[in-house]
């Protein structure tokens, strides 16, 4: 039993090149969830998908898409990256919303 | 939509002091308010969460209380040991949009010296 699972781990990027962060999690949750943590701003989420078919927006949306491909996996995408978006990326999933929420492992990205 | 204040941005305490991090809220409809630990390096992990029909909860060392009317919950920690050094987030529901999903606050760094 695994959890919830990111790859990659680590990403550099220049400017303007896209990328796709994946997670997957084993925990037969309903609800994904896609964060950004930054020094001093704590953990701003970006995307959410309360169940299988369904995203919404979050705090931060703006430059990123998600694409809620099954049950089990849950990607963001960059289409076109700029320094703003170096961060940590951190998916989660919960059973259900307004539940407990488990993080994968995180992705260290910077676009240089 | 939901905004989250926590009090104070860093902590330091001597090993078996108590250590108390405060949370504001703004979203009335707030009903469910966790608390998570992330070490240095890894993931954030749950250590306690209270619903809106609690006032306290307690588990061992650590508790949190919830003060509805005044919108701000609190966590404390007792008997602190150089273990529980980490940055601590609370959270807070936000209803807005028709789905209740999670909005943090910027953390508290809590260093315990032996």
């Known amino acids: 039993n695994a959890g919830v699972t990111q790859t990659p781990k680590f990403q550099v990027l220049k400017t303007g090149q896209s990328m796709t962060l994946q997670c997957a999690q084993d925990m037969n949750h309903n609800s994904m969830y896609w964060y950004r943590q930054d020094p001093g701003m704590g953990l701003r989420l970006i995307y959410y998908s309360a169940s299988e078919g369904t995203t919404d927006k979050g705090e931060v949306p703006n430059g990123y898409n998600v694409s809620r491909l099954n049950k089990r996996e849950f990607s963001l995408r960059l289409e076109s990256a700029a320094p703003s978006q170096t961060s940590v990326y951190f998916c989660a999933s919960s059973v259900e919303m307004n539940t407990e929420a488990f993080f994968g492992q995180g992705t260290r990205l910077t676009v240089v | 939509g939901e905004n989250v204040e926590q009090h104070p941005s860093t902590l330091s305490v001597q090993e078996g002091d108590s250590a108390v991090i405060k949370c504001t809220y703004s979203d009335s409809a707030s009903n469910y308010f966790p608390w998570y630990k992330q070490e240095l390096g890894k993931r954030p992990q749950l250590i306690i969460d209270?619903?809106?029909?609690?006032g306290e909860k307690k588990d061992q060392r650590i508790a949190v209380t919830l003060n509805k009317t005044a919108k701000h919950f609190s966590l404390h920690i007792t008997e602190t040991q150089p273990e529980d050094s980490a940055v601590y987030f609370c959270?807070?529901?936000?209803?807005?949009?028709?789905?209740?999903?999670?909005?943090f606050g910027a953390g508290t760094r809590l260093a315990v010296h032996p």
């Open positions: 959270a807070a529901s936000d209803s807005s949009g028709g789905y209740n999903k999670l909005i």
């Open positions: 209270i619903r809106s029909n609690v």
